[in-house]
Nanobody, 128 residues
Framework: QVQPVESGGGLVQAGGSLRLSCAAS????????MGWFRQAPGKEREFVAA????????YYADSVKGRFTISRDNAKNTVYLQMNSLKPEDTAVYYC?????????????????????WGQGTQVTVSS
């Protein structure tokens, strides 16, 4: 099984940038699609971005499209989330997840129940 571990969170001013990393140990990383989800206080966990096992397909929530970029390096067992033009509403705990998703269907990638392994999360706080 794959164990994701997130890093790179922190405090940033609105308009700034952060890059989150998720290193996965155990299992075969390249077998898994990887997703980023976030949860703000008092809100449900929501989809942010995902990438197919090969890196050939990427998927984004409308709220982050054009500002965030997901990528992966299968040689390093790591997935990244580059976050630019951050807004206060991006403040949340960001979670990395791994799932055996093999079809290029957006609704599969946004569904948290299709991800089997989750990290502990990293806090991102954007000040106004």
């Amino acid at each position: 099984q794959v164990q994701p571990v997130e890093s790179g969170g922190g405090l940033v001013q609105a308009g700034g940038s952060l890059r989150l990393s998720c290193a996965a140990s155990g299992g075969t990383f390249s077998n898994y699609a990887m997703g980023w989800f976030r949860q703000a206080p008092g809100k449900e966990r929501e989809f942010v971005a995902a990438i197919s096992w090969s890196g050939g397909g990427t998927y984004y929530a409308d709220s982050v499209k054009g500002r965030f970029t997901i990528s992966r390096d299968n040689a390093k067992n790591t997935v990244y989330l580059q976050m630019n033009s951050l807004k206060p509403e991006d403040t949340a705990v960001y979670y990395c997840a791994a799932g055996r998703i093999n079809y290029p269907i957006y609704n599969y990638y946004v569904n948290p129940s299709l991800y089997q392994y989750w990290g502990q999360g990293t806090q991102v706080t954007v000040s106004s």
